[in-house]
């Protein structure tokens, strides 16, 4: 198989799976994790919807009818409340973005969608003993988060409210 033949094997898959790992299809092309992070690039670059998440890639959902921003701010114990509160109301925790005083917005995609997600989201955080990116700013972040319509979001919104989550200046 060439170089053109696996990255549209790579993007047929990506269109019939749900999610796929760089690892994952390393092993079943033959080649580096590099390798596949190299092609998913020159696939975004030709116009191919590919998010990555902390999961692996997938297309990007077009069916999303709403997409809203929140501002959060809590303790990073409070983490995994905030994102299941999310999940719970039909949303999708599509990134975090910090604004750091020396680097400016950082954004780490997250595609969290489901309880899974948020209980391998969290796992990786604890085990591999990383810093959360609101730990830069004083617990401080956004969130793009997708749903269906505003109605959701704005319950979404409430909700994190009610929780003491949201951030008021």
């Known amino acids: 198989m060439n170089t053109l033949q696996r990255r549209n094997a790579i993007k047929d898959e990506l269109q ?3 999610l796929i790992s760089a690892k994952k299809l390393a092993l079943k092309y033959g080649v580096s994790r590099q390798t596949i992070v190299g092609d998913i690039a020159l696939l975004r670059a030709q116009g191919q919807p590919i998010i990555s998440t ?3 890639y997938k297309y990007q ?3 999303t009818a709403y997409h809203g921003v929140v501002v959060c701010q809590h303790t ?3 983490t995994r409340e905030e994102l299941e509160a999310i999940i ?3 949303g999708e925790v599509v990134d975090v973005l910090i604004d750091h005083s020396v680097y400016g917005q950082i954004v780490g995609t997250l595609g ?3 309880q899974a997600d948020i209980n391998d989201f969290m796992s990786r955080v604890k085990n591999v003993n990383h810093n959360l990116l609101a730990s830069l700013t004083n617990g401080i972040h956004l969130h793009n988060i997708s749903c269906s319509d505003e109605k959701v979001f704005n319950s979404i919104q409430q909700r994190l409210d009610d929780l003491h989550f949201l951030y008021h200046d």
């Open 16 to 18: 019939n799976q749900k």
């Open 54 to 56: 902390v999961s692996g």
């Open 61 to 63: 959902e077009a069916g």
């Open 76 to 78: 990073i114990e409070q």
């Open 88 to 90: 719970s109301l039909g």
């Open 112 to 114: 969290l969608a489901n």
